[in-house]
């Protein structure tokens, strides 16, 4: 225990920097580690003790855990929330299981007059040296027998002086306004302000997503994150190399798409996996480089079922999560649960008088040429100088993602891409793509397709894509047949941003975004 700190800094309370700070003085150092003794054994949570005394006060017929409760002290552990001093000879401690707001809490009463009748040689200074040394956020370890208090409510009276078994050393500041430091300082912004809420909420979201999955059957797997092919040629990778004696490089996984469907090629009908990913990219208000990511597949279904499998999924998201207030629960609930849906084709056509289907999309300059002049300058400058689909992509922010501002709430769902913007999804009549993704306010959070399952198809399009990185082991795995699949991913970290009302993907990453690490 913590027990030799003089007479003079003890008395010191009214300058909580210069109590703690006393905690590191030089001649106290030898002695730390003996400042951190293992935990006493038979030790319970407030929690327990919480509910064994009332399960005692509701009980005539106590059971043997109650009885031997009642029949020898509580022996208990936990974390000081706050620490006051009647008088010098009784002192009261509120005690927490953890610095969540809903933790359990019980009052802990330390009186002189118990303790020198335990303790004869206990001086009154002595007893309340040793308990001016306990501070708020000091985690300590005790046993006493429970009393009710005035209000009804249920304490520990100790029979011994608390052991200190984690110190604080450092001094919390009252409030964090900055918001840069709130970043960077994590721990002690949980700590401060005990808003654990978008934890606890991404917890949740987990749970009901997985919740939603095993109701239909669907098997978790984990695939790994180092590849020794990157797994996307339109996304920056991360590079790393091995220390055995091959030296060749990896990469961190981009997505886990081609690996599950090895998994769905031998043999797993409805499988999904939630994990992280990693883009060597920029950082901004949505993006950072390692995120994390649900994506599912299933054999034997088609479009139309992914789309009402998506609504379904975020119905049940929505509902579980007592989200009822959202106003994009509002919006579904008033659209009868279906999102707002727009052909890409069709929207394009529409807003440049240009068919798609009928020019070639090897031709950058023919596309470039008919984008009608007024739309041009608003368009990047250097479009002509970039790759076709990124091309596409950049004319799809401007002119069909931004459909999703006109019903701010509702998800906007675009289906019917030109298939060079899908290499890895089925088509029809070779240039629209069976795929679609979902949209709020300009911010995607769901892309999901029907799988190219023809090994041909799939190594053209792997070929036009990058052809010095295609992944030949996949291409023979598809010829042992992989059936008709969909295949379905989205956000976790947009997701929780959305219905947490975040606008910084920092804000709901649980130690923020690299930039704060």
């Not at 009908?269 to 060597?280: A, D, V």
Request: charged share 20%; with cysteine.
């Amino acid at each position: 225990m913590f027990r030799h700190v003089t007479h003079h800094v003890t008395r010191c309370r009214h300058s909580p920097a210069a109590a703690l700070a006393t905690r590191l003085a030089p001649n106290l150092a030898a002695n730390w580690p003996a400042r951190y003794p293992p935990l006493p054994p038979s030790t319970i949570s407030v929690a327990s003790v919480l509910c064994a005394t009332k399960c005692s006060q509701e009980s005539d017929t106590k059971d043997t855990a109650v009885q031997r409760c009642q029949e020898s002290p509580f022996h208990i552990a936990g974390i000081i929330s706050a620490i006051r001093k009647s008088s010098r000879r009784l002192w009261f401690i509120d005690l927490t299981d953890s610095h969540l707001p809903a933790s359990a809490k019980i009052q802990l009463m330390v009186d002189y007059k118990t303790q020198s009748g335990l303790t004869p040689n206990l001086s009154p200074d002595e007893f309340y040296d040793q308990m001016a040394q306990l501070h708020k956020g000091d985690s300590i370890a005790c046993s006493g027998t429970p009393f009710t208090n005035p209000r009804g409510q249920t304490g520990l009276s100790l029979d011994s002086l608390p052991t200190l078994l984690a110190p604080i050393q450092s001094v919390l500041p009252n409030k964090l306004v900055h918001k840069d430091k709130i970043n960077k300082n994590k721990i002690i912004a949980y700590r401060v302000t005990q808003d654990y809420s978008t934890l606890i909420l991404r917890n949740k979201l987990l749970w009901a997503l997985r919740q939603f999955l095993y109701t239909r059957d669907f098997i978790e797997v984990e695939t790994p994150i180092l590849t020794s092919i990157p797994t996307s040629s339109n996304a920056s990778k991360f590079i790393t190399t091995t220390n055995d004696t091959s030296k060749k490089n990896l990469f961190l996984r981009i997505a886990p798409e081609l690996m599950l469907k090895r998994l769905v090629i031998s043999g797993l009908p409805k499988i999904f996996e939630i994990g992280k990913n990693f883009r060597n990219e920029g950082i901004d208000s949505t993006h950072n480089p390692e995120f994390t990511t649900i994506e599912t597949y299933e054999t034997f279904k088609d479009l139309p079922y992914l789309i009402e499998f998506t609504e379904s999924l975020w119905k049940h998201l929505f509902q579980h999560l007592d989200l009822t207030d959202h106003p994009v629960y509002k919006a579904l609930q008033q659209n009868n649960w279906q999102f707002q849906k727009v052909s890409f084709l069709e929207t394009f056509q529409k807003k440049t008088n240009i068919d798609l289907s009928t020019i070639d999309l090897a031709n950058t300059a023919d596309l470039l040429d008919r984008i009608p002049p007024h739309d041009k300058r608003k368009l990047p400058p250097n479009l002509n100088t970039l790759p076709m689909a990124t091309i596409l992509d950049k004319l799809s922010s401007f002119y069909i993602e931004s459909i999703s501002f006109t019903h701010s709430h509702l998800p906007t769902l675009i289906y019917d891409y030109p298939t060079v913007l899908s290499p890895l999804s089925k088509h029809k009549n070779g240039h629209v793509a069976n795929r679609f993704e979902v949209f709020i306010n300009g911010i995607e959070y769901v892309n999901a397709y029907e799988e190219q399952n023809c090994p041909q198809s799939q190594l053209d399009a792997f070929t036009a894509q990058d052809p010095t990185n295609i992944d030949h082991d996949f291409i023979d795995a598809m010829k042992l047949g992989m059936p008709p699949t969909v295949g379905f991913g989205m956000g976790i970290d947009r997701f929780l941003m959305l219905i947490s009302n975040t606008k910084r993907i920092e804000d709901v990453l649980p130690l923020g975004s690299l930039d704060d690490l």
